[in-house]
């Protein structure tokens, strides 16, 4: 559940790095602000949704992109964001394919960079935890065999 957390976390952090790329990079990639997070999280949750339906739907009807699954579902996640809300407007085809390959590769790198951080720290965290408490166990254990003898 944490790990589940986490990777929430880490995918809403790199879709907001991902959206101020955008917004401040693309003319045509218009964000309200007041309706930001708003579109960030309809963007994330869409796109948690749409990546693993669209990579079977690729799988299995056209495996050859499969490489442009996250173009594809990034694509798809944007347009149904900006049909959902209207704090998310892009306007003309430069913009929309700019939008895409901009917003998937700030939030792929984001996910991987801050992820790769995020859960190495926690799984080291983890081990650390594990260790003192199997050096603990192992401290009563010495204590109660001395008591034994």
Same mark, same amino acid.
């Given at each position: 559940?944490? =790990?589940f957390?986490?990777?929430?976390?880490?995918?809403?952090?790199?879709?907001?790095?991902?959206?101020?790329?955008?917004?401040?990079? +693309?003319?045509?990639?218009?964000?309200?602000? =007041?309706?930001?997070?708003?579109?960030?999280?309809?963007?994330?949750?869409?796109?948690?949704?749409?990546?693993?339906?669209?990579?079977?739907?690729?799988?299995?009807?056209a495996?050859?992109?499969?490489?442009?699954?996250?173009?594809?579902?990034?694509?798809?996640?944007?347009?149904?964001?900006?049909?959902?809300?209207?704090?998310?407007?892009?306007?003309?085809?430069?913009?929309? +394919?700019?939008?895409?390959?901009?917003?998937?590769?700030?939030?792929?790198?984001?996910?991987?960079?801050?992820?790769?951080?995020?859960?190495? =720290?926690?799984?080291?965290?983890?081990?650390?935890?594990?260790?003192?408490?199997?050096?603990?166990?192992?401290?009563?254990?010495?204590?109660?065999?001395? =008591?034994?003898?």
């Amino acid at each position: 559940m944490i =790990r589940f957390l986490l990777s929430v976390a880490v995918s809403l952090v790199s879709a907001v790095v991902a959206f101020l790329v955008a917004w401040a990079a +693309i003319d045509g990639f218009h964000l309200t602000a =007041r309706g930001f997070f708003i579109a960030v999280a309809l963007f994330t949750a869409l796109q948690s949704l749409l990546a693993p339906f669209v990579f079977n739907v690729a799988r299995k009807y056209a495996s050859a992109v499969l490489g442009g699954i996250g173009l594809v579902s990034t694509l798809l996640a944007l347009w149904i964001t900006t049909l959902i809300s209207d704090t998310l407007t892009i306007s003309g085809v430069t913009a929309w +394919i700019s939008s895409t390959v901009v917003v998937w590769l700030v939030s792929a790198l984001g996910t991987w960079g801050i992820g790769y951080l995020v859960l190495r =720290r926690w799984w080291d965290a983890k081990q650390a935890a594990q260790a003192e408490n199997a050096a603990a166990d192992a401290a009563l254990a010495r204590r109660e065999a001395k =008591r034994g003898k």
